[in-house]
């Protein structure tokens, strides 16, 4: 079983939209998130969100065009991603840590497969 499944990449046009969302199973996680990766770049980090009380951090480059929610009851993360540029093609991997472990925005224990995102300009 997958613990963190990701679902909603795809192909879009500059200044369009996509919703990506993580489904979890199997356990219960902690601070939750999402990771990106490039062709010929290092991942990188998008953003994370707490379990309980909703703090949130972001990247400064998808500040103000992304927005990621979680819902606990179902296990879920996503991430609202709204005009996309080019720049923002990659593989979108979420990401997810223990429950004890506190909000970070760099070391995740657990991670999806990844699901690609390309955006033509």
């Known amino acids: 079983q997958v613990p963190l499944l990701e679902s909603g990449g795809g192909l879009v046009q500059a200044g369009g939209s996509l919703r990506l969302s993580c489904a979890a199973s199997?356990?219960?996680?902690?601070?939750m998130g999402w990771f990106r990766q490039a062709p010929g770049k290092e991942r990188e980090f998008v953003a994370a969100?707490?379990?309980?009380?909703?703090?949130?951090y972001y990247a400064d480059s998808v500040k103000g065009r992304f927005t990621i929610s979680r819902e606990n009851a179902k296990s879920t993360v996503t991430l609202q991603m709204n005009s996309l540029k080019p720049e923002d093609t990659a593989v979108y991997y979420c990401?997810?840590?223990?429950?004890?472990?506190?909000?970070?925005?760099?070391?995740?224990?657990?991670w999806g497969q990844g699901t690609q995102v390309t955006v033509s300009s």
């Open positions: 990401v997810a840590n223990e429950p004890w472990k506190p909000l970070r925005t760099d070391v995740f224990n657990y």
């Open positions: 199997g356990r219960t996680f902690g601070a």
């Open positions: 969100i707490s379990r309980s009380d909703g703090i949130t």
